[in-house]
């Protein structure tokens, strides 16, 4: 009992979140097969022992923009759910996850690790993946892995074949663009770090493939940049998330559920009158 009460304390966000029904059949989930043996088994330190160390099985959560999306990686195959619509996030994720689990047959207990878009992007959108990653990663003793969400789009464009130099841009709003610049060469490099910058202040090394949203809302802002390709449908997904997850979990370079942290780079999420009035867009 002492531990039910622990877990129902930490896990009070996503009580908060998804409401207690629904936070109970995603415990249902975690635990169907032996509650009391899989409570016991929590650790410090994550998950005590991994179910497969060439293909893990993890789940993953993005919601740092208007679409949410779920994604299921197992035995090196992905599925993945989505849904659109930034203010119903909180209650619709977890149904996207029960419903992915169900559809595979599995439950949380089964999983390696959780995955989750930890930014930039929207405030709420991102501080609800991490909310719902803590929440449910504590409740089923798994480990988290933060993935960058612009790092999860320039493997998203890299996969439409943008090529392996690939400059992210995510619409910050309030006249803003995020973005960060990445080289694959085997694996992924960080070229520059993610940053907030008025678009016309974007940077890059080089002449990268562009992609993501930022591009649309700042198109005019961005005529200075010479380029290969330009992918501007090219947003943040639970798919790219579960896949670069899986290179953390086998790197270990996971962590535990309470200290998944989101990445805002803004501290500001509220326009003044004066900027509503002028259009601004928050």
Known sequence: METCRELETDCS??????????????????????????????????????????????????????????????????SFLESQGSQTHSQTVPRLLQALLEQAQLNLSHCDALAFGSGPGSFTGVRTACGLAQGVAFGANLPTAPVITLLAMAERARLAGAGNDVLALLDA????????????????????????????????????????????????????????????????????????????????????????QPVYLRNKVALTTLERQSGVRV
């Open 13 to 78: 966000w996503l009580y908060f979140t998804v409401g207690t029904r629904r936070f109970n059949s995603l415990l249902r989930l975690a635990y169907r097969d032996d509650m009391t043996m899989l409570l016991n088994m929590r650790s410090a330190h994550g998950k005590m022992a991994p179910m497969s160390t060439v293909y893990p099985t993890l789940i993953a959560i993005e919601t740092s923009t208007d679409l949410a999306s779920v994604a299921l990686l197992r035995a090196n195959q992905l």
């Open 173 to 260: 709003r309030m006249g803003e663009v995020y973005w960060a610049q990445y080289r694959f060469d085997g694996g992924w490099q960080q070229v520059i770090a993610p940053r907030l910058s008025h678009a016309s202040q974007v940077s890059p090394e080089g002449s990268p493939a562009l992609c993501g949203n930022g591009l649309i809302h700042h198109g005019d802002e961005l005529t200075h940049l010479s380029h290969a390709q330009s992918l501007p449908e090219i947003m943040p997904h639970a798919a790219e998330v579960a896949r670069l997850g899986a290179d953390l979990f086998l790197t270990g370079q996971t962590v535990h559920a309470r200290d998944a």
